[in-house]
Structures are given as C-alpha cells and as structure tokens.
C-alpha cells in the first residue's frame, strides 16, 4: 500500500477580508498522540495538527482558528486594519510548516486576537500553545513566560466567562499551570477546588487533580519545601 500522506488542503473564507483560500491540515487517522502532557500538550510520531490549527489570509493577513468568530464587524476590522493589516505582505502559509513557521502563525493569530477583542478563552489557548511551542524545542525560559500570560488569561475566562464556577477542566488547568510556573501553594488551591466541590462530577478531572497533587508534594520535597504546610487536596 502506498503511504498515506498524512496532509490535507481544506478551502476557509477569512473573516476579515472574505478571500477563499487554502490551508493545509493533518488527516484525522494520523493525530493519535504518542504521549501527552498533564497540561493537554500532546506529541506525534509524524506531523504534529497543532502545527496547522491556525489558518492564515494570504491576501490581508488575518490569522484565526476555527473557533474564531466567523465574520468580523466593522470596528474590528478597522482595529485589525491599523495594527496588522496595513504592514501585511502577501505570504502563503497553506502548505507543510516548519516549528518556526508554526510559531510565527501562532504569534500572528494571537495579535490578530488581540487587536479584536477576542474571547479571553482564544487567546488564552494561543497562549498556551505558543507556550507549547517552546516546551517542543526545549525553550524554557519562553516556555514558562508564555505558561504565566496563558495562566493569567485562563483565570480571566473562570472569572468572566465560566459555566457557573465549576468549569472543572479550566479549574484543572490553572492548578497545573500553576504548579508548572512554580505556584505552588496557589495549584494546590485549584487542585482542591476541583476535588472538594460537590457539583463537579468530572470523574477524569478528579482523578488528574488528586494525581497532579501527589506530584506536586513530591516537586517541594525535591526542592526542599515543606508540603506538609499545605492544604490537604483530598
């Protein structure tokens, strides 16, 4: 049998400017992760989707996800006019990506979001996976500065934006940002949060919080801090 090849091209219409273009994206047989990180961050054998979750306008420039709004009203094309558009220069990223590649249409996506006004909860997911980004290439420093810009956004989406307060995935996911950012006494908070209150009944986000708690008191008694201090999570 003849290799499959793992990309495909879709047709999108942008947002912005309404140009038909084409994007490339992974087959869905091919983005089984070979293992996964406790903040969701996956890795591939192959081509790695995440690479290709951001579609770009050759034409204006306009980056954005399929979670983004479908057409832009008049002042945010304006706004995205006057920090992005009016620099743009024709470029095609509808084919194979490179890391860098992928980066600079996260990065691009993320300023698009911004001069927007996006949801809070896209832009904290740009975040995140540029942070994820860096984690791929063994960037720590750019990792864990772009974990607390996500971290802060996330808390903003919980504040403004979630179901009730007991959004227990959002709340499992600051908790592990915190601990990977070195908050520790703060994750802990979240951890409970999500294990003591009676209206989650997210059984999977129960158990990750009871498990990222118990590795977390084995991160302070390897960094020689005391967890018994802490608040119990069970």
Known sequence: MPELIPLYSIKVVCCNCEHEFSTSRVRPSLKKAIRRDADFCSYYKDE??????VRVCPKCG???TENSADKLVEWQRKS????????????????????????ETYKLALICA?????????IASLLHHIAWLYRYQGD??????FLRYSLDEYVKVFENDSSGGNDA???????????RVGEFTVAVRWFSR??????????????ASREQWAILREQMRGEEIDPDGLPSAT
Request: no cysteine; proline share 1%.
């Open 48 to 53: 790695n989707p995440d690479y290709y979750v």
């Open 62 to 64: 306009f980056a954005s």
């Open 80 to 103: 995205f006019d006057a920090q992005v558009g009016r620099r743009w220069v024709t470029r095609d990223f509808g084919d194979k990506r490179s890391w860098e590649v992928a980066l």
């Open 114 to 122: 911004q001069s927007i006004k996006d949801k809070e909860r896209i």
């Open 140 to 145: 720590t420093v750019q990792e864990q500065r």
């Open 169 to 179: 995935r959002l709340m499992y996911l600051i908790g592990e940002l915190n601990r």
């Open 194 to 207: 999500v294990i003591n209150d009676q209206r989650i009944t997210d059984a999977a986000m129960i158990r």
